[in-house]
């Protein structure tokens, strides 16, 4: 694993434009940033980042089942009680799941340590698919990188497949949503309904402000359509505590990703995969604040809310003292105290963190963002990989 | 290979296949799909002057190469309703699929194929009354427009087949859909979004 420098293609902007990738400079910086790349071994991507995401994925399922069945783990997860049956029935229904990112601190040396897991809105999704994909092909033309150069990056083929196996019969009506103003949001979104049309999905978008409420119970879109199955890159977190979340049970409807992804998607998880795989070689130690057992980590460690988005509110601490912080809404619900990770790969003055995806639970793919500090934020640019002949 | 072999995207009317490298060789492609010679100059994709080369080398290669047929329902059997016109080809009259748009491999160094004509799908592909969208849209429209789009607007996918007999599906940005008309009342509206506009932040990660 190495960090490549390369000269951006001179119309790198049109370049990524014609395929529609709108984001790549974000409040007047530069996000989508090719002026750089990380070069990987196959055995690297094989045995370091695709065995271990796929095992992590496995004890998650694990924890699921035993979550599910303890009260006193939902209630440390501050998943509202009300939501629990809802929850469960989702999980013993077997509703599929669509996608979802695994974070990764790993330096080329020793197992990947899970840093976090995005397993119900992740984003980053159209540029790690398409934008980075249509780069490795270029670099590979023009001799930027060698020709046989391989990405960890079948996430599109993974995509398509996935939504012909989410809910049957087929061609279904699928409906997707996200707020609005975020053209990060959107074009994630506009990018999945892409999928879905080549999966023969009858694909309709609606904003989420826009969702109506039926007299009978089900939810519709803006133009008063019944919604029978939603795509929604809005947390369940916030659907459970909105004045429609009471409506989720009646409504009918089947959501991606599903109820059961919400026990995931909080970074509690991160200590109760801790709690029962002590000692898992791609695991960090991780406990509740307030945990006693919180006196055993490292003295440096991260403070990070149990919802959290972007890097939003999580701290890097040393012996007590703030070493890094990212402002944010977020830690109502409280917190977990990690590891700060020793292994994160680090070059040029940079820290770059590994987003590796997942799709119907299987590992397909590869983002790496970089930043100027060790906390990966909102304004972190995403670098392209390849994987060296 | 650790990566998809090809992507069709919709919103930018482009459908990209990979490259796979023979050490020896030096070629690699792009395809690109349009349905008609001002679409492919709307697109920006190539110049002008590509854009009619294509077209033409297209048409020739349809008289040339497409399957030709002694009747208008023979060829309709394999090609659908209104899916053939009539051609003289060398004094006699043929019945012959119609050119539904056109494909071409675009060397990224520089170099460019020549380009192949699309017709509509086969029957077999598409049978008669079938719902699939991509069938549809071949269907239904004559002289749809696609390509150039970003996303934010609807696509629509469209399936062709080859001189070959290969059935191809390419994807497109494009009009709007028919909507059913729901016999239920909307009772409320608005009742998510309320964490992210308290937050006014990021709902996604």
Redesign the interface.
Same mark, same amino acid.
């Given at each position: 694993m190495r960090r490549v420098t390369l000269p951006p293609r001179p119309d790198w902007v049109e370049q990524v434009e014609r395929l529609g990738f709108a984001f790549h400079t974000i409040d007047g910086e530069t996000y989508w940033d090719e002026s750089a790349a990380i070069a990987f071994t196959l055995e690297e991507i094989e045995r370091d980042i695709e065995g271990p995401t796929e095992a992590i994925e496995q004890l998650c399922f694990a924890f699921i089942e035993k979550a599910l069945d303890h009260e006193e783990i939902l209630t440390k997860l501050a998943i509202p009680a009300e939501h629990w049956d809802y929850i469960r029935e989702s999980w013993q229904r077997g509703e599929r799941n669509l996608y979802g990112r695994l974070d990764l601190a790993y330096d080329g040396r020793g197992p990947a340590k899970l840093l976090e897991y995005n397993a119900d809105t992740p984003t980053a999704l159209f540029e790690s698919s398409v934008v980075q994909w249509d780069w490795l092909e270029q670099a590979m033309a023009r001799g930027a990188i060698p020709k046989g150069s391989d990405q960890f990056n079948s996430l599109h083929e993974r995509l398509i497949a996935a939504f012909k196996g989410l809910r049957e019969p087929l061609p279904y009506r699928l409906h997707l949503t996200c707020v609005q103003g975020s053209p990060e949001d959107k074009g994630t979104v506009d990018y999945l309904a892409d999928c879905a049309v080549q999966a023969g999905l009858d694909a309709r978008f609606t904003y989420i402000e826009e969702l109506g409420l039926l007299t009978d119970g089900r939810f519709c879109d803006g133009a008063n359509q019944p919604i029978e199955t939603l795509f929604k890159l809005y947390p369940w977190e916030w659907m459970f505590r909105e004045s429609y979340g009471k409506a989720l049970n009646r409504s009918g409807c089947q959501f991606v990703e599903p109820p059961w992804k919400a026990v995931l998607s909080n970074k509690g998880l991160l200590a109760c995969l801790w709690e029962m795989e002590p000692g898992h070689p791609n695991l960090l130690p991780a406990f509740f604040e307030g945990d006693p057992r919180c006196a055993t980590l490292s003295a440096r460690h991260v403070r990070k809310p149990l919802y959290s988005r972007e890097g939003a509110n999580v701290t890097l601490m040393e012996r007590g003292r703030v070493l890094d912080s990212d402002d944010g809404p977020y830690g109502a619900e409280g917190h977990v105290l990690q590891d700060a990770a020793t292994n994160l790969f680090s070059a040029e003055g940079k820290y770059a963190v590994l987003g590796s995806w997942l799709v119907a639970s299987q590992a397909c793919g590869l983002c790496i963002r970089e930043d100027a500090s060790p906390i990966t934020k909102n304004t972190s640019r995403f670098l392209p990989h390849y994987i060296e002949p | 290979?650790? $990566?998809?072999?090809q992507?069709?995207? &919709?919103?930018?009317g482009?459908l990209?296949v990979?490259?796979v490298?023979s050490?020896t060789s030096d070629s690699?492609e792009?395809n690109l799909v349009y349905d008609s010679l001002s679409d492919c100059r709307a697109a920006g994709?190539l110049t002008a002057q590509q854009c009619e080369t294509a077209f033409s080398e297209a048409t020739a290669a349809r008289l040339k190469d497409a399957p030709k047929f002694q009747s208008q329902t023979a060829c309709e059997a394999q090609y659908g309703a209104n899916g053939c016109g009539s051609a003289t080809i060398g004094g006699a009259q043929y019945f012959i699929p119609a050119l539904a748009g056109f494909m071409l491999a675009r060397g990224?160094?520089g170099g460019q194929a020549q380009a192949q004509p699309l017709m509509p799908p086969t029957t077999s592909a598409c049978p008669p009354g079938s719902?699939?969208?991509?069938c549809q849209q071949a269907r239904s429209s004559s002289g749809s427009s696609g390509g150039g789009?970003?996303?934010?607007s609807? #696509?629509?996918?469209r399936a062709y087949s080859t001189t070959s007999g290969r059935n191809v599906?390419a994807?497109f940005a494009g009009g709007s $859909?028919g &909507?059913?008309v729901?016999t239920?009342?909307?009772? #409320? $509206?608005?009742?998510?979004?309320?964490?992210?506009r308290s937050?006014s932040?990021?709902?996604?990660?």
């Open positions: - | 290979m650790k $990566r998809s072999s992507i069709g995207l &919709g919103a930018a482009v990209l990979a490259t490298w050490m690699q792009e994709q990224l160094s719902t699939q969208p991509e789009g970003s996303y934010g609807s #696509s629509h996918s599906t994807a $859909r &909507g059913s729901s239920t009342s909307v009772s #409320s $509206r608005g009742g998510f979004g309320s964490t992210a937050f932040s990021h709902s996604s990660s």
